[in-house]
């Protein structure tokens, strides 16, 4: 299973970005997809993870600027970040809970780098 993620750049405060992330490989069926991030010298944390449903969830800190959404059919997760600030910056990662005929288990794609600058 491979998680590949894109989208990040250099953005000014107050502009916006949107990340992608396409699943492909030994896949049966994704759970819940999601956002993590980690900026130089801070622990990762959960930006947003939305279930197979559609059931979303939020980091306090981008409620109202930060939207997950999913396509099933193309097996991918979006991340539209609007009215970003400089704390937003950080390498994001993707993750999906997948399940295939060896089992199931967590996969991560290798991060895209967001930096929030003037």
């Known amino acids: 299973v491979q998680l590949q993620a894109c989208g990040g750049g250099l953005v000014q405060p107050g502009g916006s970005l949107r990340l992608s992330c396409a699943a492909s490989?030994?896949?049966?069926?994704?759970?819940?997809m999601g956002w993590y991030r980690q900026a130089p010298g801070k622990q990762r944390e959960l930006v947003a993870a939305?279930?197979?449903?559609?059931?979303?969830n939020y980091a306090e800190s981008v409620k109202g600027r930060f939207t997950i959404s999913r396509d099933n059919a193309k097996r991918t997760v979006y991340l539209q970040m609007n009215s970003l600030k400089p704390e937003d910056t950080a390498i994001y990662l993707c993750?999906?809970?997948?399940?295939?005929?060896?089992?199931?288990?967590?996969?991560w794609g290798q991060g895209t780098l967001v930096t929030v600058s003037s």
């Open positions: 939305i279930t197979s449903g559609g059931g979303t």
């Open positions: 993750n999906a809970d997948v399940a295939n005929w060896n089992g199931r288990a967590d996969y």
């Open positions: 490989g030994n896949i049966l069926s994704i759970r819940d």
